[in-house]
């Protein structure tokens, strides 16, 4: 059973600083892993999404990373602003069977200090 | 503008009482499915469905049903609901099953008393 992990579970940073989200997934037989963010009593944004067969995505600030073998993702926040505080989830979408099945981490909860 | 829309956003119900939660995308994706949001659960997967009339089980589907009669809609039934079914409700879609994104609704609170 896919399990995954996001560490740290709430992070605090000064406003312009560049911060590393990380998540650990246990089953390497992934079709892709995608990024969200969710603001407070919202749904769920769409940030990136890597294919296993890519090692990285970047939109604007954004940076997301994969390693298969490792089982990791990391999303990358450069100058970070007030704005991105949000939690941001992170989710494996399982390979191969009848549902490839998205696995959501518990989330990193994000935030950004002026 | 494409999206994922769900009614209600917020609904406070008695046990017992049947509701439905509305889900419609007008993206023409083919995959839909309904999650369940708790503090320190985090999302899982209630149905599925992969196009017009199949449907199939998630992770947590004890207690509600969903049916596919048209591909823009994703109505999740709870025909008797309990206070263990409080929660927070997202319908997403996406493409097809594999490799696209899946695109989330706004949620539904629900609130069963």
């Known amino acids: 059973k896919q399990e995954v992990t996001q560490i740290p579970a709430a992070l605090s940073v000064p406003e312009g600083e560049n911060l590393v989200l990380n998540c650990s997934f246990t089953?390497?037989?992934?079709?892709?892993l995608q990024w969200f963010r969710q603001d407070p009593g919202k749904g769920l944004t769409s940030l990136l999404l890597i294919q296993s067969s890519q090692r990285e995505q970047t939109s604007g600030r954004l940076n997301a990373s994969l390693d298969k073998s490792s089982g990791r993702s990391t999303l990358y926040i450069a100058a970070s602003q007030p704005g991105d505080s949000a939690t941001y989830l992170c989710?494996?979408?399982?390979?191969?069977?009848?549902?490839?099945?998205?696995?959501f981490g518990k989330g990193t909860l994000l935030t950004v200090n002026p | 503008e494409a999206q994922v829309t769900q009614n209600p956003r917020y609904l406070i119900t008695v046990t017992g009482k049947k509701l439905t939660v509305t889900c419609s995308q007008n993206m023409n994706h083919e995959y839909m499915s309904w999650y369940r949001q708790d503090p320190g659960l985090g999302l899982r997967q209630i149905y599925y469905s992969m196009n017009v009339e199949v449907t199939d089980k998630g992770d947590v589907p004890e207690g509600y049903k969903v049916s596919r009669k048209e591909k823009r809609n994703f109505p999740l039934i709870l025909e008797s609901p309990s206070p263990n079914q409080t929660s927070l409700y997202f319908c997403?879609?996406?493409?097809?099953?594999?490799?696209?994104?899946?695109?989330f609704g706004p949620g539904t609170r629900l609130t069963v008393t």
């Open positions: 989710a494996a979408r399982k390979s191969g069977g009848s549902n490839y099945k998205l696995t």
């Open positions: 997403a879609s996406s493409l097809a099953l594999r490799g696209y994104e899946q695109y």
């Open positions: 089953d390497s037989a992934i079709y892709n």
